[in-house]
């Protein structure tokens, strides 16, 4: 049987020192075609993953605890597939963008070649300090994709960033650490039921505090967010779009694997009431500061402030004992982030795309962009969509799970959140469709884009939108064991 | 306020450092795993002697895949951004006019080689004591400085062709080794070196990433040490 979990890691590795081999600005066509095979055999994986199971990947056929696991399972896949299906558009979209824009396309390719390698590596991972370099890896990569922008500000925004990652990652190590101190292994597999059958430390309840706050900052979970904004408003739009959509995932799916699998015999439900009030506070603070924003792409970027808050609302209702109401909890929150991720992809292409064609990144400006641009308004408008939650969207589908286990868990308050966080994100999506539909700006003059820049935001922001239809597989996958 | 939080910064890492002393003198869990016996029982067949060598190229080889990438990453990010800066520089022998400085001449003259020498000598003797590639790598990059900084080396720009190769070559030798033992075995793992021929193998990476590893530390220092024009004097 053809096994195509090493080759996941090992193919974007090789891509990532060809494109740098190939030289500046160089080897768009070469990534293209690499994620095109890396989309296959991530379908063929999905699909053994759905006959046969999770399984284990001994690389070096050593094994727990000497060597390094690799696990793969229901989530696993969904999260690779997901990288790469918003990866591929991205690609093809950000080879245009570049060609009409070459800022910051210096060292694009490898560093995005690298950037889904640590996103490939960090969702097999089952060695917590393994999962520590990949998260070294996506986060170097990311913040280089930052720097590339090149203005004092692109800078000034890479540097807290780097200083943020390096923050949560150091306090992950730092856990990482203290449970190697305490238990003598780094392997899930062997520390999993070490924690649950032993006496609770105080070593792994410091070690499960810092590892969950250094994961919590890389998520930008408010009141962690203040570097966000910046990082990803700031860079070029194919980056931001990565970033928003990808890179906060990574840190959210560590927290939700941690959480459910390592630390289950520490976690209270106390701890998950203050994880979904702090995603209430970011959903409701997130989308009023979204509305405030005069730049388009700060406004995008708020709103994933915002939508990272739904993801932490699972963390309570999964506390609920009521048998169905914890399974579609865990099914909305991931529906939550495959949604999230098309759409704000989609959101940051076609707000890219505005912005290259106006010339300058301001709300004001947009006015005739509806006669101008009507297919890349028309994506906004569709991503928008799912991020209200309205139906057929993913996001429609994600929303009435989470408010489906909120209501049978009788856990009403957080269901009031979640409707307001809706109407909010009507209110900030409309402010820029509204704008667009004005008469334009006098003296404006609205530069032509080519159309593989608008093509392929549309294309995330269709799959965004008939995911709805689709989801019962996504939750197959999911659930297969 | 900035004060104010400075103050609460300092409280709380104190905080922290305390917590972690308290919880660092409770003794470790009974249930420990003895990693340590583990690695010196399997060590037979890992191909080298030395358990540090053993661990990092091959129980635990794919963390130090990834590793070295984290450094490459990190030249992509300094060349990411000296891009935008013109940077001129200073004609080689610049310095050496100066007769103070023919003691630096002469000691790089002879440090040089004998640096060169030391590193090939780490990189062989990481199989069976302390030693391997990040040393002998870094024992390079530190040739390239103290030659960059007596004016024999001039400064990087942004690299040629030949130099990218360099900078990737011992990378993509660990990443063709680490595909090839998966292919030719079957069921090969990644990273499965056989037995038989591990230590040769794993003696091909070492030596690709001394290359490699010693152009992307020295590149850290290279590609920055060229002084970068002002505005002012463009004009």
């Known amino acids: 049987m053809f096994d195509p979990v090493p080759w996941l890691i090992l193919l974007p590795l090789v891509w990532g020192c060809l494109t740098f081999l190939t030289g500046v600005g160089r080897g768009g066509r070469l990534v293209l075609a690499g994620l095109i095979i890396q989309l296959v055999l991530t379908i063929i994986l999905a699909r053994q993953i759905v006959m046969e199971g999770a399984r284990h990947y001994a690389v070096g056929g050593w094994g727990a605890p000497l060597g390094v696991d690799l696990y793969v399972d229901g989530l696993t896949g969904i999260m690779l597939l997901l990288t790469h299906v918003v990866a591929l558009p991205l690609v093809v979209y950000a080879r245009a963008y570049f060609s009409s824009q070459a800022e910051g396309a210096s060292y694009f390719w490898p560093l995005t070649c690298f950037l889904l390698a640590a996103m490939n590596a960090l969702f097999m991972s089952a060695d917590i300090f393994n999962i520590y370099v990949t998260l070294e890896l996506l986060g170097l990569a990311a913040v280089g994709l930052v720097a590339a922008a090149g203005s004092a500000g692109s800078v000034t925004a890479a540097i807290r960033y780097l200083l943020v990652t390096l923050l949560g990652s150091g306090a992950y190590l730092m856990g990482v650490a203290l449970l190697y101190g305490t238990y003598g292994s780094v392997s899930l597999a062997v520390l999993e039921p070490l924690l649950a059958t032993t006496e609770i430390s105080a070593a792994a309840c410091l070690a499960a505090m810092l590892m969950l706050a250094g994961l919590l900052l890389k998520t930008a979970l408010f009141p962690f967010h203040f570097w966000l904004p910046p990082a990803h408003g700031g860079a070029p739009a194919p980056v931001s779009a990565l970033l928003s959509a990808l890179v906060i995932k990574a840190s959210f799916y560590l927290i939700l694997r941690l959480w459910f699998d390592l630390f289950a015999p520490l976690v209270t439900t106390q701890a998950a009431q203050l994880l979904g009030g702090l995603g209430a506070a970011a959903i409701l603070w997130g989308s009023i500061l979204a509305f405030n924003q005069t730049r388009l792409k700060m406004l995008v970027a708020y709103s994933t402030v915002a939508q990272i808050g739904y993801l932490f609302l699972l963390f309570p209702l999964m506390t609920s004992a009521i048998p169905g109401a914890a399974e579609s909890a865990m099914q909305g929150g ?73 209501v049978s868990g009788g856990q009403w308050g957080w269901v009031v959140v979640m409707i307001l966080g809706g109407l909010l994100s009507a209110a900030y999506v409309f402010k820029v469709l509204r704008q667009a539909f004005l008469p334009p700006v006098a003296g404006i003059k609205f530069k032509p884009v080519i159309r593989m820049l608008e093509w392929p935001a549309f294309l995330l922001a269709l799959i965004s939108l008939l995911l709805g239809f689709r989801s019962v597989e996504v939750l197959n996958l999911l659930g297969a064991a | ?90 004609p080689a022998g610049f310095y050496l006019t100066e007769p103070r400085m023919q003691v630096l001449l002469w000691l790089a003259r002879v440090l040089v080689p004998l640096m060169v020498l030391v590193a090939g000598y780490l990189l062989w003797a ?57 292919m030719t075995a079957s069921p090969g793992l990644l990273l499965q070196y056989p037995p038989a021929s591990a230590g040769m193998l794993i003696l091909l990476v070492e030596t690709g990433l001394t290359l490699s590893l010693g152009l992307i530390l020295a590149g850290l220092f290279l590609f920055l040490s060229g002084d970068a024009i002002d505005d002012e004097a463009d004009k």
């Not at chain 1, 529906?335 to 795309?353: E, R, S, T």
């Open chain 2, 126 to 182: 990481g199989g069976h004591q302390p030693g391997g590639a990040f040393q002998a790598g870094a024992v390079l990059a530190a040739a390239g400085v103290l030659l960059n900084l007596s004016g024999l080396l001039p400064s990087w720009m942004e690299p040629a062709w030949n130099l990218r190769a360099g900078l990737v070559s011992g990378l993509l030798v660990f990443l063709l080794i680490a595909a090839a033992v998966m």
């Open chain 1, 334 to 406: 991931v529906m939550q982030l495959v949604a999230h991720a098309l759409a704000k992809a989609a959101m940051f292409a076609a707000a890219g795309v505005m912005v290259l064609s106006a010339g300058k990144d301001d709300i004001a400006l947009l006015g005739g962009m509806s006669s101008h641009l009507p297919l890349t308004l028309f994506t906004f408008a569709l991503a928008g969509i799912t991020l209200m939650g309205l139906p057929p969207s993913g996001g429609f589908i994600a929303k009435w799970l989470l408010i489906d286990s909120a």
């Open chain 2, 1 to 90: 306020m900035r004060s104010l939080l400075n103050v609460l910064v300092i409280v709380l890492s104190a905080a922290l450092g305390l917590v972690l002393i308290g919880v660092i003198l409770e003794s470790p869990s009974p249930a420990r795993v003895r990693l340590s016996e583990e690695v010196l029982m399997q060590i037979g067949a890992s191909g080298v002697t030395h358990p540090v060598t053993a661990v990092l190229l091959n129980f635990r080889g794919y963390d130090t895949l990834l590793e070295v990438m984290v450094l490459l990453l990190a030249l992509l990010g300094v060349l990411a951004q000296m891009g935008k800066q013109k940077r001129e520089n200073p």
